[in-house]
């Protein structure tokens, strides 16, 4: 069993469910994640954040926004991905 403070695996797929992350943890885990994804290619990135009252929502988009150059863009899912529910990123590819 791990303990509370290891660091735990994430596959790096290009779909991020933030559910089991606990609200502190969020913002390094959508940077670190964001820039693994860009490090393997991965250009398409979505987050489920969960619609509540929207402040992961909001957490996650003021994380991209931080992220200047490496995020060429990002938005609500269409609602076949989630809705507002979920943010895609597009990614600006390593290098250019």
Do not use: N
């Not at 943890?25 to 398409?44: Q, T």
């Not at 969960?50 to 929502?57: D, E, I, S, Y």
């Not at 597009?90 to 250019?96: A, F, I, Q, T």
């Amino acid at each position: 069993m791990s303990q509370p403070d290891e660091p735990v695996e994430i596959p790096i797929t290009g779909d991020l469910d933030l559910h089991p992350f606990a609200p502190h943890e969020i913002p390094s885990v959508v940077e670190e994640y964001v820039r693994a994804c860009r490090e393997r290619g991965i250009l398409d990135v979505r987050l489920a954040h969960g619609k509540g009252c929207g402040v992961q929502r909001a957490v996650v988009q003021c994380v991209l926004r931080s992220m200047g150059e490496e995020v060429i863009s990002f938005s609500d899912a269409p609602p076949q991905s989630g809705a507002w529910g979920a943010t895609i990123a597009r990614l600006r590819p390593m290098g250019s």
